[in-house]
T-cell receptor, first 111, second 110 residues
Framework: DTAVSQTPKYLVTQMGNDKSIKCEQN?????MYWYKQDSKKFLKIMFS???????INETVPNRFSPKSPDKAHLNLHINSLELGDSAVYFC??????????FGAGSRLTVL | EDQVTQSPEALRLQEGESSSLNCSYT??????LFWYRQDPGKGPEFLFT???AGEEKEKERLKATLTKKESFLHITAPKPEDSATYLC???????????FGEGTQLTVNP
């Protein structure tokens, strides 16, 4: 039973399109995250939600909009995709100071 | 701002050749230092958490240590299956986020 699951695993799309990535966790954690991993493997935080409330919003273009319908789900919608948005996006969940558990990632390729 | 620097960027070892990976960090107050392993095409997988200077944790061929400025991941007699990218991250006392370093890509040749 997957703890943090993301869909889809791969997205290939054209510049200017809109796409969404969904994330669900069954660990009962209160906090969920979106991280972006670039081609150099650097993981950088984008957003964090705690009990459906946005608590971290890094300097991310407002084309990126997270939505948390409940504390087990955190989705990421991206408008007007650009070439530079190509990356692997990881969803994670955690509780307080505990370990952050990651999903398998969603590889986005913008052509 | 939290900073995490890992070295080397890449490391090639022969099977059985022990070595260490370094993670230097700067935080206002450390709530925890985390080591993760990441295999190609997969998400980071948790290895260890260290909370205070002097603490050590071990798992199979891996041993993580912590000082006030850096952490080491010692790999003893590595095997090819230890090949992966090893990521270090810190969590400061005032927040919940993890700030990651850029990772060390380890390759162990048979």
């Amino acid at each position: 039973d997957t703890a943090v699951s993301q869909t889809p695993k791969y997205l290939v799309t054209q510049m200017g399109n809109d796409k969404s990535i969904k994330c669900e966790q069954n660990l009962g954690h209160d906090t969920m995250y979106w991280y972006k991993q670039d081609s150099k493997k650097f993981l950088k935080i984008m957003f964090s939600y705690n009990n459906k409330e946005l608590i971290i919003n890094e300097t991310v273009p407002n084309r990126f909009s997270p939505k948390s319908p409940d504390k087990a789900h955190l989705n990421l919608h991206i408008n007007s995709l650009e070439l530079g948005d190509s990356a692997v996006y990881f969803c994670g969940s955690g509780a307080g100071a505990n370990v952050l558990t990651f999903g398998a990632g969603s590889r986005l390729t913008v052509l | 701002e939290d900073q995490v620097t890992q070295s080397p960027e890449a490391l090639r070892l022969q099977e059985g050749e022990s070595s260490s990976l370094n993670c230097s960090y700067t935080v206002s107050g450390l709530r925890g230092l985390f080591w993760y392993r990441q295999d190609p095409g997969k998400g980071p997988e948790f290895l260890f958490t260290l909370y205070s200077a002097g603490e050590e944790k071990e798992k199979e061929r891996l041993k993580a240590t912590l000082t006030k400025k850096e952490s080491f991941l010692h790999i003893t007699a590595p095997k090819p299956e230890d090949s992966a990218t090893y990521l270090c991250a810190v969590r400061e006392t005032s927040g919940s986020r993890l700030t990651f370093g850029e990772g060390t890509q380890l390759t162990v040749n048979p």
